[in-house]
């Protein structure tokens, strides 16, 4: 099986600068595209980055210009790199990636870590 294992959360000041890691680990043949999202309290998951095998990106608004999603390959290894952070920005971050497994090496299935808190407040 595959697991996403998360790190870097914690608390910040707005403006402060904060960088996010999931490692990926397990029975992995490939790996396609990487993300992240996250959920504040009371409200709906949203979509914050995204990063294809290729290395294109795409980030939501609200985090555009902010925000820098990368990956090591060699790592298995998605980063969310946070600039500017404001008190919008707290939220559970949760990691994502496409993974085929050894076992199974044309299905791609989704996996999700177990998520990291991030607080922006003074």
């Known amino acids: 099986q595959v697991q996403l294992v998360e790190s870097g959360g914690g608390l910040v000041q707005p403006g402060g600068s904060l960088r996010l890691s999931c490692a990926a680990s397990g029975s992995i043949f490939k790996i396609d595209g990487m993300g992240w999202d996250r959920q504040a309290p009371g409200k709906e998951r949203e979509f914050v980055a995204a990063i294809s095998s290729g290395d294109n990106t795409n980030y939501a608004d609200s985090v555009k210009g902010r925000f820098t999603i990368s990956r090591d390959n060699a790592k298995n290894t998605v980063y969310l790199q946070m600039n500017s952070l404001k008190p919008e920005d707290t939220a559970v971050y949760y990691c994502?990636?496409?993974?085929?497994?050894?076992?199974?090496?044309?299905?791609?299935?989704?996996?999700w870590g177990q998520g990291t808190q991030v607080t922006v407040s003074s």
């Open positions: 994502n990636a496409a993974i085929a497994t050894m076992t199974h090496r044309l299905l791609l299935d989704d996996y």
